[in-house]
C-alpha cells in the first residue's frame, strides 16, 4: 500500500512547495470551473422558469392565433401579424368541436392608463368571462367581472400585480377610477402575483371585451365580424388534443373560405407542444452557454501544461537525483501526473463554490434564474480533472524521460 501511495506523497510535497505557482495553476482552473457552473446554471434556471410558468398554465390550454402562414403581395407574415380571427370563430368552435370545455377569445391593444397623479403604459386586453379559469389566473383581491357586466360591456378592470402597484402603490386600488385610454373604468379585482417572466400575468389589464369594443375602434371584416387578437381554449381531455386540433383547422379553413391548396391563415399550439419546443430550444441554450464557458476552461488546462513545463525545467536536476537513487520512469511520471490532477481537482472544488455563489447572487437579483444541478457540478469537476490529465500528461512524459546523466548536470 505504502508503494503505492508514495507518487501522491511526492506530487503533494511538490504542490505545497511552489505555492505561487501552484496557486497561479488553481486559479486558471477556478475561473474556467466557475464560469461553466454560473452559465449553465443560469440556462438551467431559465429553462426551469419557463417550464414551471408552461405547466401552470395546464397541459390542456390550446392557443390559436392569426397570420403564419398568411400571405400578402408574396410576402409571408409573422403570428399574429395577420387579422383573420373573429369572435364568430370563437363561437363556432365552442359550439361544433367536439371535446371542448372552455374557448375565450381576446383583443389585446397597448393604451395609457392614468390614475390620479400616476400613468403607465401597458397591454390591455379584452376577454370572455371564461378566461380566468381557461388561463388559471386567480384573484388576489377583489373580484373578476361577471356574465351580467360582460353582457353590459361594463367598464370594470382586473389589474395585474404590476400595474396596480405602478398605479396605486401600496394603497387599496378596489373602486378606484382608472382613465384608460379616452375612457374611465372602475378596478374591481387584482390578479395574484406569479411573478416577472415568460407569461407573467403581473402586467396585465384585463376588461370585458365587449367594453374593448367601446374604448378602441376594433376592425371588422367584410362580413361584419369582430376581429380578435387570440382564441385561447381548454379540452376536456388531453388525449383528445390532436382530434381536437384537427377539427379546429377543418372548421377555421371552411370559415375563411380557404382553398385546398392554400396555407392555414393562423397557427393552432397546444401547450404540450409548446413545452416540448421550449424544452429543447433551452436545452440547446444551456449547452451553448456550457461550451462558452468552457473555453475558460481549455485555457486554464493550457496553464496547467505551461506551469507544469516550467516546473520540469525547474526540477530538473532534482528528477535526476531521483532516478540516479533509483526511481522508475514511472514513478516520475506519475508524480508529475498526480501534481496536475491534485491542482486541477483544488481548483476544480474551489470553482464550484465560486460558481454557486455567482449564481445565489444573480438569482437573488431577480432579473434571471440560475439553478445549480449535480449533473453540472459533477461535469464540471470531471471535467477540470480530466483537462489536469490531459495537459498534464505531456510535462510529465517529458520528465520521466530525461537523462538522469544530464539532468544532474544541469544549474
Known amino acids: 500500500m505504502k ?3 508514495e507518487p501522491f506523497g511526492t506530487a503533494w510535497v511538490g504542490v505545497s512547495t511552489h505555492k505561487l505557482r501552484s496557486f497561479l495553476t488553481v486559479l486558471g482552473i477556478v475561473i474556467g470551473v466557475s464560469a461553466v457552473i454560473s452559465l449553465m446554471s443560469i440556462g438551467k434556471g431559465t429553462q426551469r422558469d419557463i417550464l414551471s410558468r408552461l405547466s401552470s398554465l395546464g397541459s390542456d390550454l390550446i392557443s390559436i ?6 400571405t400578402s403581395g408574396g410576402v409571408r407574415g409573422s403570428v399574429g401579424s395577420a387579422q383573420t380571427l373573429t369572435q364568430e370563430d370563437a363561437a363556432a368552435i365552442a359550439q361544433g368541436v367536439s371535446f371542448i370545455n372552455l374557448v375565450s377569445p381576446t383583443y389585446s391593444t397597448r393604451l395609457q392608463l392614468v390614475a390620479g397623479g400616476e400613468n403607465t403604459n401597458a397591454t390591455v386586453t379584452g376577454v370572455s368571462t371564461d378566461y380566468l379559469e381557461v388561463m388559471r389566473l386567480k ?3 377583489g373580484a373578476f367581472f361577471t356574465d351580467y357586466e360582460y353582457q353590459r360591456g361594463a367598464k370594470v378592470l382586473v389589474l395585474g400585480s404590476g400595474v396596480k402597484e405602478t398605479l396605486f402603490g401600496d394603497s387599496d386600488a378596489i373602486g378606484q377610477q382608472v382613465r384608460i385610454g379616452n ?3 372602475f378596478v374591481i379585482g387584482v390578479l395574484e402575483s406569479k411573478g ?3 407569461g407573467s400575468p403581473d402586467e396585465a389589464v384585463l376588461l370585458p371585451l365587449t367594453a374593448m369594443q367601446q374604448i378602441v375602434s376594433r376592425t371588422r371584416t367584410t362580413q361584419g365580424e369582430y376581429v380578435v387578437s387570440t382564441i385561447v381554449l381548454t379540452v376536456s381531455d388531453e388525449k383528445k388534443i390532436d382530434n381536437v386540433i384537427s377539427e379546429i383547422t377543418s372548421l377555421l379553413r371552411t370559415r375563411h373560405r380557404l382553398a385546398a391548396s392554400a396555407s392555414n391563415d393562423f397557427t393552432i399550439t397546444s401547450a404540450l407542444e409548446l413545452t416540448q419546443t421550449v424544452t429543447e430550444a433551452s436545452g440547446t441554450l444551456t449547452l451553448l452557454l456550457g ?3 468552457a473555453i475558460s476552461l481549455l485555457v486554464g488546462g493550457i496553464g496547467v501544461m505551461n506551469i507544469m513545463l516550467v516546473s520540469v525545467l525547474e526540477r530538473t536536476r532534482e528528477i535526476g537525483i531521483r532516478k540516479a537513487m533509483g526511481a522508475r520512469e514511472r514513478d516520475i511520471w506519475l508524480q508529475f501526473l498526480m501534481e496536475a490532477a491534485f491542482l486541477t481537482l483544488a481548483g476544480g ?3 464550484v463554490i465560486a460558481g454557486w455563489l455567482i449564481s445565489y447572487f444573480v438569482s437573488r437579483t431577480g432579473i434571471v434564474s440560475a439553478a445549480v444541478t449535480p449533473d453540472i457540478v459533477i461535469l464540471a469537476v470531471s ?4 483537462i489536469g490529465l490531459f495537459f498534464g500528461f505531456y510535462p510529465a512524459w517529458n520528465a520521466s524521460r530525461l537523462n538522469p546523466i544530464e539532468a544532474l548536470r544541469s544549474e
Open 196 to 198: 416577472t417572466g415568460f
Open 383 to 386: 471535467v477540470s480533472v480530466g
Open 349 to 351: 472544488i474551489i470553482g
Open 3 to 5: 508503494k503505492w501511495l
Open 183 to 185: 375612457s374611465v373604468g
Open 291 to 293: 461550451a462558452i464557458a
Open 65 to 70: 392565433s392569426p397570420g403564419a402562414s398568411f
Open 139 to 141: 384573484i388576489a383581491s
